[in-house]
Structure formats: structure tokens, C-alpha cells
């Protein structure tokens, strides 16, 4: 399994961007499929994550409400829409996948990850 995330960039903040996340996966479908952040200094964090079967998604509360997960199957992309961001928001964005939602939201354990993507709030 690989994942190729992209859509990162240099946006100001109020502004939004969207990520995506490409697997090159037969089973795609049957992954759950998450987003991580990591600033510098910081420690990883959770950011959203998405059921393979019943696309439920879960949030981190520090964009809940501002940011969407969602998911194509018939593409095997997972999506970050990423509104009303803030300078806080910056950091370098990972997606992930796994068979298990509990390590997809906690990131312990996690099977596969992408590379990450580069986002810069400016204030």
C-alpha cells in the first residue's frame, strides 16, 4: 500500500485548502483512512479519520467544524477540506490507513503512511 498525499501549500489565514491522498490499493475499500499533523517542536496529532464501510468520520477538536474528511472509493483518495484556517494550523500533514480505526485515530500502530504535505498559514 502507498499513499501519496498532495495539495499542501502557502495560504493566509481565513482561507482554505484541500488535501488529498491517493493508494495505490486493492483494498483501499476496506481501510479506514485518517489525516495526522506535526509541527515543529510538536508531537503528532490527530486531525480526522474516516470509517472504510460507513464513511463515519471523526474530528480532532481543535478543527472540528472547520476542516471535512471524506473518501472516493472508485478513486482511492481520501480528502482534507481545510476551512477557515489559522496560523496554528500550520504543519506537515500525513495521511494514513490501517485496518484498525483505533490506531487510525490514535496513530499507534498504524500500518501505512504517506508522506507528508506542507501547509503554511500565514497571519
Known amino acids: 500500500v502507498q499513499l501519496q498525499a498532495s495539495g499542501g501549500g502557502l495560504v493566509q489565514a481565513g482561507g482554505s485548502l484541500r488535501l488529498s491522498c491517493a493508494q495505490s490499493?486493492?483494498?483501499?475499500?476496506?481501510?479506514?483512512m485518517g489525516w495526522f499533523r506535526q509541527a515543529p517542536g510538536k508531537e503528532r496529532e490527530f486531525v480526522a479519520a474516516i470509517h472504510w464501510l460507513t464513511s463515519s468520520t471523526f474530528y480532532g477538536d481543535s478543527v472540528a467544524g472547520r476542516f471535512t474528511i471524506s473518501r472516493d472509493n472508485a478513486k482511492n483518495t481520501v480528502y482534507l477540506q481545510m476551512n477557515s484556517l489559522k496560523p496554528e494550523d500550520t504543519a506537515v500533514y500525513y495521511c494514513?490507513?490501517?485496518?484498525?480505526?483505533?490506531?487510525?485515530?490514535?496513530?499507534?500502530?498504524?500500518?501505512?503512511w504517506g508522506k507528508g504535505t506542507q501547509v503554511t498559514v500565514s497571519s
Open positions: 494514513a490507513a490501517d485496518s484498525s480505526l483505533a490506531s487510525i485515530k490514535s496513530a499507534v500502530g498504524v500500518d501505512y
Open positions: 490499493s486493492v483494498t483501499f475499500n476496506y481501510l479506514h
